[in-house]
């Protein structure tokens, strides 16, 4: 992997799709794990479904390509996508009707 101070303009183009995908994946992992706990399961159940919501698909179209899962070699997707999910669960339990953070939660 390239430094960032070495990249050259060929490599912008990567760097954005990679920014983008972890941006979906995050939002993916959020999605998950917030349908999950609405749905009234618990903290556990809901991170791994946030987990695999954020990864599922991918791992789907590779695995009918044939080809290995791109969070083997790429295992930041799924460290990000837990985190997220946690995250996403702390918020839940922590933000209450009427408080900021609720607020700011209702638009993720």
Do not use: C, E
Not at 66 to 92: C, E, H, M, N, R
């Amino acid at each position: 992997m390239k430094q960032i101070h070495k990249l050259t303009p060929n490599d912008i183009p990567i760097a954005i799709s990679l920014i983008l995908n972890y941006i979906a994946t995050i939002v993916f992992a959020i999605s998950g794990t917030r349908l999950t706990l609405a749905a009234g399961y618990s903290s556990v159940i809901a991170v791994a479904s946030g987990v695999v919501t954020a990864n599922g698909g991918g791992t789907i179209r590779d695995v009918i390509m044939k080809k290995k899962p791109y969070w083997i070699d790429q295992p930041g997707f799924i460290l990000v996508s837990v985190l997220a999910a946690i995250a996403a669960t702390l918020i839940t339990y922590g933000a209450a009707p009427g408080s900021a953070m609720y607020g700011i939660y209702g638009y993720l």
